[in-house]
């Protein structure tokens, strides 16, 4: 079992959340990548179980469920998993970890004193009806805070660092920047401020050879994370990845739960054989593994993509095919930080 210990800039961030639990039902707490949210989460849930009370940490994807967990563990949080046909599931664990799908359905929404919501930016009807009764202390969690309409479900704001605070401390490394060939977007139709899945798929696919090329270029055979267009794209991209002598998996709702979990967890050993990881939009929020060095971004977008975030050491690059002019797409300040803390914040140094 190993020691939680808080690092200097997340002693504060408790400090401020108590504070503000003393006037305010729902607080925001906005972090990068990188920061330590889970680790945030696990100490103020140890508190709240110290003090004979009841918590939970929420996650909006069934796929982090297992990461919350295997982290709680790690520092001796005892807890119980609210996920349908899970093993470790024990309602009488006073802490939960808990899948949103599963609460929000069958199961119901935990009768807890703390609750924490993972990726709190993400909105559903069933949260926002919890969030708006304000019956429990909350805490939400998020890198972007820019859902429009947070302001009506959070009361408080902590804003606990930024991504330089991080570089500087140490805790991130400066990210490097490849650019791959553009995509010619001239016309192509735009739906709810995004291109269409479809208008990506085409222009995007004939240039995916560049990607690999630049992967074999800079990446050098590291770990990565790839970010297709569509399932179409990213199993095309999976093919040449694979012809060029690159391993890697599919991580899309074609897969099954067994296999996807089956390849993140090879992806997550040390020595594992699988070089990356292909997704459109599964792996953008709460994915963690530990030697990731590359990202790969080679979905065109109109405003900001997802972000993964992972250990990195001082040679990680950033492959991104549609980075050269999305400053200039970015529709507000907001879309452009939104994308470089979810793009910068994935390169965190080994410690």
């Known amino acids: 079992m190993a020691e939680l210990e808080l690092r200097p800039l997340q002693v504060p961030v408790v400090a401020a959340a108590q504070d503000a639990f003393r006037r305010?039902?729902?607080?925001?707490?906005?972090?990068?990548?990188?920061?330590?949210?889970?680790?945030?989460?696990?100490?103020?849930l140890k508190i709240t179980k110290r003090k004979?009370?009841?918590?939970?940490?929420?996650?909006d994807?069934?796929?982090?469920?297992?990461?919350?967990?295997?982290?709680?563990?790690?520092?001796?949080?005892?807890?119980?998993?609210?996920?349908?046909?899970?093993?470790?599931?024990?309602?009488?664990?006073?802490?939960?970890?808990?899948?949103?799908?599963?609460?929000?359905?069958?199961?119901?929404?935990?009768?807890?004193?703390?609750?924490?919501?993972?990726?709190?930016?993400?909105?559903?009807?069933?949260?926002?009806?919890?969030?708006?009764?304000?019956?429990?202390?909350?805490?939400?969690?998020?890198?972007?805070?820019?859902?429009?309409g947070l302001g009506k479900y959070f009361d408080v704001v902590i804003n606990a660092a930024t991504t330089n605070q991080l570089i500087r401390e140490g805790w991130l490394v400066p990210f490097r920047v490849f650019a791959a060939s553009e995509p010619d977007m001239a016309g192509a139709k735009v739906v709810a401020g995004e291109w269409s899945e479809k208008e990506a798929?085409?222009?995007?696919?004939?240039?995916?050879?560049?990607?690999?090329?630049?992967?074999?270029?800079?990446?050098?055979?590291?770990?990565?994370?790839?970010?297709?267009?569509?399932?179409?794209?990213?199993?095309?991209?999976?093919?040449?990845?694979?012809?060029?002598?690159?391993?890697?998996?599919?991580?899309?709702?074609r897969q099954t739960d067994d296999e996807r979990n089956a390849a993140v967890e090879e992806f997550r050993k040390p020595d594992s054989y699988i070089r990356g990881l292909i997704s459109i939009e599964s792996l953008t929020r709460g994915f963690d593994v530990p030697d990731v060095r590359v990202l790969i971004l080679r979905a065109p977008a109109a405003q900001s993509p997802g972000g993964a975030h992972s250990d990195a050491g001082p040679r990680a690059a950033l492959l991104a095919g549609d980075w050269k002019d999305r400053g200039d797409r970015a529709r507000s300040q907001r879309q452009l930080h939104a994308l470089l803390v979810r793009s910068a914040g994935f390169l965190r140094k080994w410690h």
């Not at 055979?221 to 999976?238: P, T």
């Open 61 to 148: 994807r069934i796929a982090l469920v297992n990461q919350a967990s295997e982290r709680f563990k790690k520092y001796g949080l005892s807890h119980g998993v609210t996920q349908a046909q899970h093993d470790d599931f024990d309602p009488l664990e006073p802490i939960q970890v808990c899948s949103l799908q599963t609460i929000s359905g069958s199961r119901g929404w935990p009768d807890v004193k703390l609750q924490i919501i993972d990726e709190c930016h993400v909105l559903s009807k069933k949260l926002r009806e919890r969030l708006a009764a304000r019956e429990r202390y909350t805490i939400g969690l998020t890198a972007t805070p820019f859902t429009k």
């Open 201 to 253: 798929e085409s222009r995007a696919m004939p240039i995916i050879g560049d990607v690999v090329d630049g992967y074999k270029m800079h990446g050098q055979g590291e770990k990565f994370i790839a970010f297709a267009s569509s399932v179409s794209h990213a199993e095309e991209m999976q093919r040449q990845f694979m012809v060029a002598g690159v391993v890697c998996n599919l991580y899309t709702y």
């Open 52 to 59: 004979g009370n009841r918590g939970a940490f929420i996650m």
């Open 24 to 44: 305010a039902k729902n607080i925001l707490i906005q972090a990068p990548c990188g920061f330590g949210k889970t680790e945030l989460a696990t100490y103020l």
